[in-house]
Protein backbone atom coordinates (compact mmCIF):
# COMPACT_ATOMS: atom_id res chain seq x y z
CA UNK A 1 0.00 0.00 0.00
CA UNK A 2 1.47 3.61 -0.97
CA UNK A 3 1.73 5.80 2.18
CA UNK A 4 3.02 9.44 1.72
CA UNK A 5 2.96 10.69 5.04
CA UNK A 6 3.95 14.51 5.50
CA UNK A 7 5.09 16.11 9.03
CA UNK A 8 6.09 19.28 10.53
CA UNK A 9 3.92 21.68 10.17
CA UNK A 10 2.42 24.09 12.11
CA UNK A 11 1.73 27.78 13.11
CA UNK A 12 5.08 30.31 12.99
CA UNK A 13 5.47 33.67 12.93
CA UNK A 14 6.51 35.74 9.46
CA UNK A 15 10.48 35.42 9.38
CA UNK A 16 10.69 32.41 11.08
CA UNK A 17 11.77 28.90 9.65
CA UNK A 18 10.20 24.97 9.30
CA UNK A 19 10.74 22.11 7.94
CA UNK A 20 8.34 19.61 6.95
CA UNK A 21 9.23 16.26 6.07
CA UNK A 22 7.27 13.40 3.91
CA UNK A 23 7.56 9.49 4.37
CA UNK A 24 7.04 7.52 1.62
CA UNK A 25 6.19 3.75 1.60
CA UNK A 26 4.92 0.89 -0.56
CA UNK A 27 6.85 2.01 -3.49
CA UNK A 28 10.26 2.34 -4.94
CA UNK A 29 11.46 5.15 -3.34
CA UNK A 30 14.57 6.01 -4.99
CA UNK A 31 13.02 5.38 -8.61
CA UNK A 32 11.10 8.25 -8.71
CA UNK A 33 11.31 12.00 -8.64
CA UNK A 34 10.06 13.68 -5.52
CA UNK A 35 7.92 17.10 -5.36
CA UNK A 36 6.63 19.25 -3.00
CA UNK A 37 3.58 21.18 -4.08
CA UNK A 38 0.95 23.56 -1.93
CA UNK A 39 -2.72 24.73 -1.92
CA UNK A 40 -5.02 26.95 -0.55
CA UNK A 41 -8.55 27.19 -0.97
CA UNK A 42 -9.92 28.61 -4.11
CA UNK A 43 -6.55 28.27 -6.10
CA UNK A 44 -5.05 26.25 -8.27
CA UNK A 45 -2.29 23.83 -6.40
CA UNK A 46 0.74 25.14 -6.58
CA UNK A 47 4.42 22.96 -7.35
CA UNK A 48 7.00 24.31 -5.49
CA UNK A 49 10.04 22.23 -5.45
CA UNK A 50 10.97 19.11 -8.04
CA UNK A 51 14.12 17.09 -6.82
CA UNK A 52 15.54 13.79 -9.13
CA UNK A 53 15.73 10.43 -7.56
CA UNK A 54 19.28 11.47 -7.65
CA UNK A 55 19.22 14.42 -5.57
CA UNK A 56 19.91 16.33 -8.64
CA UNK A 57 18.25 18.44 -11.43
CA UNK A 58 16.20 21.12 -8.42
CA UNK A 59 12.92 23.26 -9.91
CA UNK A 60 11.70 25.89 -7.68
CA UNK A 61 8.94 28.07 -8.44
CA UNK A 62 9.84 31.50 -8.19
CA UNK A 63 7.69 32.40 -5.30
CA UNK A 64 9.87 30.47 -3.54
CA UNK A 65 13.19 30.57 -5.02
CA UNK A 66 16.24 31.43 -2.69
CA UNK A 67 14.11 30.73 0.76
CA UNK A 68 12.84 26.93 0.39
CA UNK A 69 15.15 24.21 -0.32
CA UNK A 70 13.81 20.54 -1.03
CA UNK A 71 16.62 17.35 -0.62
CA UNK A 72 16.37 13.51 0.08
CA UNK A 73 17.46 10.68 2.09
CA UNK A 74 17.08 7.88 -0.31
CA UNK A 75 18.18 5.62 2.91
CA UNK A 76 15.17 7.08 4.74
CA UNK A 77 12.71 7.18 2.17
CA UNK A 78 12.45 10.55 3.18
CA UNK A 79 12.00 14.12 1.37
CA UNK A 80 12.45 17.32 3.01
CA UNK A 81 11.13 21.12 2.07
CA UNK A 82 13.57 23.68 4.66
CA UNK A 83 10.95 26.84 4.69
CA UNK A 84 12.93 30.22 5.70
CA UNK A 85 11.72 33.63 5.81
CA UNK A 86 8.71 32.73 5.75
CA UNK A 87 5.57 34.94 4.40
CA UNK A 88 2.16 35.33 6.01
CA UNK A 89 1.39 34.38 1.71
CA UNK A 90 3.02 31.15 2.65
CA UNK A 91 0.00 29.92 5.08
CA UNK A 92 -1.61 26.51 3.24
CA UNK A 93 -1.85 22.90 3.11
CA UNK A 94 1.79 21.41 2.04
CA UNK A 95 1.52 18.21 0.01
CA UNK A 96 4.48 15.66 -1.28
CA UNK A 97 3.75 13.63 -4.47
CA UNK A 98 6.15 11.00 -6.37
CA UNK A 99 6.40 12.50 -9.65
CA UNK A 100 6.76 10.08 -12.71
CA UNK A 101 8.24 13.25 -14.32
CA UNK A 102 9.12 16.95 -14.12
CA UNK A 103 10.07 20.00 -16.41
CA UNK A 104 11.60 23.15 -15.41
CA UNK A 105 8.75 25.18 -16.84
CA UNK A 106 6.80 23.77 -13.33
CA UNK A 107 5.21 20.73 -15.44
CA UNK A 108 4.84 17.45 -13.41
CA UNK A 109 3.21 13.97 -13.61
CA UNK A 110 2.26 12.66 -10.09
CA UNK A 111 1.88 9.32 -9.24
CA UNK A 112 1.05 9.60 -5.53
CA UNK A 113 0.17 12.40 -3.11
CA UNK A 114 -0.04 12.63 -0.01
CA UNK A 115 -2.64 14.01 2.30
CA UNK A 116 -0.90 17.39 3.46
CA UNK A 117 0.35 19.46 6.51
CA UNK A 118 -1.34 22.62 7.38
CA UNK A 119 1.30 25.09 7.85
CA UNK A 120 -0.13 28.78 9.01
CA UNK A 121 2.36 32.21 8.66
CA UNK A 122 1.10 35.43 10.91
CA UNK A 123 2.21 38.27 10.50
Known amino acids: QVQLLESGGGLVQAGDSLRLSCAASGFTFGGYAMGWFRQTPGKEREFLAGIAWSGGRIYYSNSVKGRFTISRDNAKNTVYLQMNSMKPEDTAVYLC????????????????WGQGTQVTVSS
Open 97 to 112: AALRRYGDNGFYEADY
